[in-house]
Structures are given as C-alpha cells and as structure tokens.
C-alpha cells in the first residue's frame, strides 16, 4: 500500500505521459488511485490494465483489474 498515494498516483500519471500502456505502470497508478480514495479514476485505470492484458491471462494482476474496473 502506498504511504503517499496522491503523491505516488501523480508519479504514475507523469510516466504515462512519457511511456503510456505500460503494464505495471497502469496497475500501480490504479491501486495508487484506490488507495487516494479516488474510486472512478482507479477504475479507469483498471480497465486499462484489462484492455492490455490477453484475456486468456490468469495472472492475478488480471483478476484484480477485473474485479476492481467493475467496482468489486
């Protein structure tokens, strides 16, 4: 869990700019969101970090995202 999460949320959105779909990068400024309490963000992140990964993935990554980009 991040200590600073609108603080580490801000670092993730800057490397998006730059470097955007970027797998960890996504899923970080996702749950860097959640934990801001910044809900609909956190979704649309999530359901960015679905949208790169094959649906045939059972990565857990994949499972949180999906869970979490529908509101779970």
Do not use: K
Request: charged share 30%; hydrophobic share 40%; no cysteine.
């Amino acid at each position: 869990v991040h200590q600073q999460p609108a603080e580490a949320l801000r670092a993730y959105e800057s490397t998006l700019t730059r470097e955007p779909n970027r797998l960890r990068t996504l899923l970080g400024a996702a749950r860097a969101a959640r934990a801001a309490g910044q809900d609909e963000v956190a979704r649309r992140y999530y359901a960015a970090v679905v949208d790169l990964m094959d649906p045939a993935s059972a990565r857990p990554e994949r499972r949180e995202a999906r869970e979490r980009a529908s509101g779970g």
